[in-house]
């Protein structure tokens, strides 16, 4: 496991962008590495990328410096524990709802005392091989350098925010829009007045803490919008990027 850039990034007070990634294709990967990402998010709630895959993509990521993140299916102690093996600097919890949950999370994240995440020579130790391997010094490095980032997406979950950003272990905070306006039984639409006030609600708990701000910004307008509004963990979604470009390519040479 290497330094993490965007928790060193984040706790300077910077931004960080990142790009959703829903394809365990290591090349796909690697050209959004290429293009300047901070991190890539690699989706295991929503799209088929396992274990295996997760070790490959954090591979791409070590070779070209950015920082690999893994979102897991569910705030499960084994998938957190199996992920953050494979060398992933960080980890994304989809709902998590109270304050327990959210020390279930970052217990499973980190290694005793501050957790009961388990030790082994995986890959994130270097399968224990490279020379002056340690493993207090792994344990030290890892609790330090590993990323939890939880997502709030229910109104229980902002109900019970006040007490989730109290949680020591937890870096960011990250609003997942989407989810949100379907809990709130406005599915898709994210512009409701009722989705929007419990949008302004999550910023306005999050902010004056110690935790970092996350969002789901799908344009460029939206992640400037998000940024003045103080989010610093804005994550992108390069199909939402790539198919205007697209479109407008094929309208051009197609003289329509």
């Known amino acids: 496991m290497q330094p993490n850039k965007v928790k060193a990034k984040l706790k300077a007070g910077g931004t960080v962008n990142g790009s959703y990634v829903r394809h365990p294709d290591c090349g796909l990967a690697e050209i959004l590495c290429h ?38 299916p569910a705030n499960q102690t084994w998938m957190i524990s199996r992920r953050l093996d494979t060398g992933m600097q960080g980890i994304q919890i989809p709902m998590v709802n109270s304050r327990a949950e959210a020390e279930a999370a970052v217990s499973a994240a ?7 995440r388990g030790l082994a020579g995986s890959r994130a130790a270097n399968y224990g091989q490279k020379p002056g391997f340690n493993y207090p010094d792994h344990v030290r490095f890892c609790n330090e350098e590993t990323m939890v980032i939880v997502q709030v997406e229910t109104p229980q979950a902002i109900d019970a925010l006040p007490q989730i950003i109290q949680v020591p272990g937890i870096d960011v ?4 829009p989407t989810d949100l306006s379907l809990s709130m039984g406005h599915p898709g639409n994210i512009q409701h007045p009722e989705v929007q006030a419990a949008l302004t609600k999550i910023t306005d708990i999050v902010l004056p803490s110690d935790k970092a701000l996350g969002i789901l ?10 940024h003045e509004r103080g989010a610093r963990y804005i994550l992108s979604v390069f199909e939402s990027l790539m198919a205007p470009a697209i479109r407008n390519y094929l309208k051009t040479v197609r003289g329509e």
């Open 173 to 176: 905070i990250f609003i997942g």
């Open 110 to 116: 980190k290694y005793a005392p501050l957790g009961i």
């Open 35 to 72: 293009l300047g990402y901070d991190y890539l998010l690699f989706d295991g709630e929503h799209a088929p990328i396992g274990d295996r895959e997760c070790e490959n993509l954090v591979r791409v990521c070590e070779l070209t410096g950015v920082t690999p993140i893994s979102r897991v």
């Open 217 to 226: 910004a799908v344009t460029a307008e939206a992640t400037l919008e998000w």
